[in-house]
């Protein structure tokens, strides 16, 4: 069939990969917009409660100041005085650390003070808080005589996320101006293992542990939090049952309010709106520190290619002649979408859920207009275009059946009458003759059209004149010219030599003339002329009439193999639509071009450029 039909098909599927480009930078886009960025939490949420590791032995204890301790020690101000007494009491268990979770900034002549003094400095690698001031202009440090027994003093200034009050990573670090620290438990954590840190812009180095947190994203971590969470004993709970001072024994402990009423109670992907202390939180940074459980993102440039990747996959399913073929397809690529996020997740990486799912959903939408659009519009073109080959067979076939007629019907005659006369004898010979040559003609036209299309025409190499070949044409189709009433001129011309197959141009230029003529009403006029253009070796030849003329868009789909416009099949004129074709194909392959000039209802020029000899 018609390679215009693979141009489309291939057109088609340049529009295709077009799409899916086009929705993949969509989909890539709209997640990183405020609602993909909170869709993308959820997500994050979810496979967090879906991946919770196994549990394991936290290495940290929380110290709590609870409600009951917050009672019995006369409420707020009262802490110093239970801290002191909480740290005496677990003392003797020789705990590893301690981090205390309380701003002790201001009251140095608070009467507690000399006690909570001598607890502290009873106790090994203690690590006590700070907190940026407002507008992180400085810190709030602990009072000095609190600060020369800590062996490092940890921020924990709570930065809850931007979207939500879910906490679900904090900053190792924290910067007030150019004082920087490091987050507490990030303090206690090093204090315990006696460590330091080597930065780098991409994570943190202490020991042989590389903490991933990169420092264009603030240093954040991501909490891992303990699946049976931190054990907590309080101060209260001491008092009465000083035996449980053992479940401090080598621990990391985290003391600090834990009482509902306290402000400071996080939100964690677990909580279902359910707060926990922060003392709890930043023991939980602990163990995810003390576990090396790090939750790393996924690279975006990954991410990217990913997403591309499943647009190109899903095109490819739409490019799939069957429907199911399709469907499935579709199908697995938005599974598999959703299986990357959740697999990378259980290799502790974070991989964003909207790019991938929005591209699936966005390029199998875009596909499916694409489908409905493009191909079928296609559709219906290649319909009329096989309805009119078919057409075009059957007009063949007629004119094939025409001389095929005469021939046997008088060669019937011939054989039935044996008496017939010499001359009745010979003038059927002759139209025998006649018609079978024209026979051979149509059917050698229409091979060369199979032939030429299919690159299997071998063409000749001849040295020809160009006068010679226009009289001839012009003797051809003179008397179809007269039949019409058409003037049929050939204009003075510079004779030359043109080189390549002078039949198959002869065809060419003949079959210009005869629609010159089909195309033009009766009393025009038809001239043919042709200059030689010596300065470039190019010989311009054209045929121009004052027929029914074209519009350009006509003009742009003549030389598809039958195509016709409305006027012609309007005028009556029989034709296949095959000519112009071969025509443009035997004048390409001369090494030519070819040029048409129309304008409906005044006429047409078609003129061939050729190579002189
Ligand atoms: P056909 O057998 O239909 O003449 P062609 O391939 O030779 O096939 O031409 C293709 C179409 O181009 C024609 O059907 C007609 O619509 C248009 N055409 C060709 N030559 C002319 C012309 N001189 N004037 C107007 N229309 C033309």
Redesign the pocket.
């Known amino acids: 069939m018609p390679d215009a039909g693979q141009s489309r098909k291939h057109k088609a599927y340049v529009w295709l990969v077009a799409l899916m480009a086009a929705s993949t930078v969509m989909a890539l886009y709209l997640s990183w917009t405020a609602l993909g960025y909170q869709l993308n939490l959820q997500a994050y949420d979810f496979l967090f409660r879906l991946e919770t590791p196994a549990p394991w032995q936290p290495g940290s204890i929380v110290l709590a100041i609870d409600e009951e301790t917050l009672s019995r020690y006369g409420g707020l101000s009262g802490m110093r005085t239970a801290l002191a007494d909480g740290l005496e009491k677990i003392a003797p268990a020789r705990p590893a650390a301690v981090a205390v979770d309380l701003i002790l900034a201001d009251d140095p002549n608070n009467p507690a003070n000399p006690v909570l003094e001598a607890a502290f400095a009873k106790t090994t690698n203690l690590v006590l808080s700070c907190d940026l001031l407002p507008g992180s202009t400085g810190w709030e440090d602990p009072i000095p005589q609190f600060r020369k027994y800590a062996v490092a003093v940890g921020e924990v200034h709570a930065d809850l996320d931007r979207f939500d009050a879910i906490s679900r990573d904090l900053p190792l670090e924290e910067a007030a101006v150019h004082d920087r620290r490091w987050a507490l438990a990030l303090d206690t954590w090093l204090a315990v293992n006696h460590l330091d840190i080597t930065e780098s812009p991409d994570d943190l180095v202490a020991g042989s542990t590389t903490i991933p947190s990169r420092r264009s994203n603030g240093r954040i971590l991501r909490v891992r939090y303990a699946p049976n969470g931190i054990p907590r004993v309080s101060i209260a709970q001491l008092d009465r049952d000083p035996s449980l001072a053992s479940k401090f024994a080598g621990k990391v402990v985290f003391a600090g309010v834990t009482a509902q009423t306290a402000s400071d109670r996080w939100m964690t992907p677990y909580s279902d709106s359910i707060t926990m202390p922060g003392v709890e939180f930043h023991a939980n940074l602990y163990e995810t520190l003390a576990r090396r459980m790090f939750l790393v993102d996924a690279p975006i440039t990954l991410v990217t290619i990913v997403c591309f990747a499943l647009a190109a996959l899903i095109g490819i399913a739409f490019s799939l002649t069957g429907n199911w073929q399709t469907n499935t397809g579709a199908v697995l690529v938005v599974i598999g979408a959703q299986l990357i996020p959740a697999i990378a997740f259980k290799h502790s990486v974070v991989w964003p859920w909207m790019p991938g799912t929005l591209t699936a959903l966005l390029a199998i939408a875009t596909a499916i207009a694409w489908r409905h659009l493009i191909v079928s519009r296609q559709l219906v073109r290649a319909e009329t275009e096989k309805d009119r080959y078919q057409r075009s067979m059957q007009f063949a076939i007629h004119e094939l059946r025409t001389p095929l007629t005469a021939i046997q019907g008088s060669s019937e005659l011939i054989s039935r009458y044996g008496s017939m006369p010499e001359n009745k004898r010979k003038e059927m010979a002759d139209l025998i003759n006649a018609e079978s040559k024209r026979l051979a003609r149509m059917i050698e036209t229409f091979l060369s059209v199979e032939r030429l299309s299919a690159g299997q025409m071998e063409m000749k190499q001849e040295r020809f004149s160009l006068g010679d070949l226009l009289q001839r044409c012009v003797t051809r189709a003179q008397p179809l010219a007269n039949a019409k009433r058409i003037a049929l001129d050939l204009d003075d011309f510079q004779e030359t030599a043109l080189i390549g197959d002078c039949e198959l141009m002869e065809y060419a230029v003949y ?1 210009l003339m005869t ?2 003529i ?2 033009s009403p009766p009393g025009t006029r038809v001239i043919v002329f042709a200059e030689d253009n010596s300065r470039d070796g190019r010989v311009p030849l054209a045929v121009q ?1 004052q ?4 519009d350009k868009k006509e003009v742009s789909r ?1 030389f598809e193999k039958f ?3 409305r ?2 099949e309007q005028s009556g004129e029989a ?7 071969i025509v443009e194909q035997i004048v390409a392959q001369h090494g030519g071009s070819i040029q048409v000039d ?1 304008e409906p209802g005044k006429g ?1 020029r ?1 003129t061939l450029v050729l190579k002189r000899a």
């Open positions: 079959n629609n010159a089909k195309y009439d027929g029914i003329g074209m003549i195509y016709r416009t006027r012609a034709g296949t639509g095959i000519g112009l074709s129309s047409s078609f």
